[in-house]
């Protein structure tokens, strides 16, 4: 399962601190130097996160029944570690691309049918479905649906208007009828 989004920085952040609000624990999806990954669990935790990420993992008591596992990548000139997708939590998976200057590009919530916890195959939990579902809620009622072929994209209410005020640019999707969505947020 998978929801389509462009969320920008705002957009993000009020998604990842609602996260956190209703006890969630977030992973920032990077290259670690070390065996072991940062854990956020409060709104401070991430306001002070000094790392860009372009994804994080989204865990919960109620259905991450194991340890994130990481995987060793080497290189001639370095050692790093990276989340196993698929081998660990299980987590939903948010992913937000990040570009420089004001450029914001698609992201995508999604989670797999099913994980494995070292050979073990897992399937996600009710209480996984119901998350997911509740944050796909979430993204649904902060934004606005657009088609784009036979794909639905969630535009947030926050990004949306910085685009129509110039802050950023969205050049990933062509013709944007802003007015038209404008008028859907009451602008």
């Known amino acids: 399962m998978e929801v389509n989004f462009l969320f920008g920085q705002k957009d993000c952040d009020n998604f990842l601190r609602w996260c ?11 290259p ?8 956020i669990k409060s709104e401070d935790q991430y306001d002070k996160l000094n790392i860009v990420s ?25 050692k790093t570690y990276h989340i ?17 200057g004001k450029i914001v590009n698609p992201g995508i919530m999604s989670m ?46 926050e990004t949306l208007l910085d685009y129509s005020q110039g802050k950023i640019e969205i050049p990933s999707i062509p013709l944007l009828d802003i007015p038209r969505l404008l008028s859907s947020i009451g602008q």
Not at 54 to 78: K, N
Not at 136 to 141: A, E, L, M, N
């Open 20 to 30: 956190l609000s209703k006890n969630c624990q977030i992973v920032p999806i990077v």
């Open 84 to 100: 196993h997708q698929r081998h660990s939590g299980p987590f939903i998976d948010f992913y937000t691309p990040r570009t420089s």
């Open 32 to 39: 670690y130097q070390q065996e072991r990954v940062i854990i």
């Open 112 to 157: 797999f049918p099913f994980y494995y916890n070292g050979t073990e195959k897992i399937y996600p939990n009710r209480e996984f479905l119901k998350a997911f579902n509740h944050f796909t809620y979430y993204i649904h009622k902060r934004s606005v649906k657009y088609k784009l072929d036979k794909r639905v994209m969630w535009i947030g209410r």
């Open 54 to 78: 372009d994804g994080f993992a989204i865990q919960h008591v109620d259905f991450s029944t194991s340890p994130l596992q990481l995987r060793l990548v080497e290189s001639p000139v370095m």
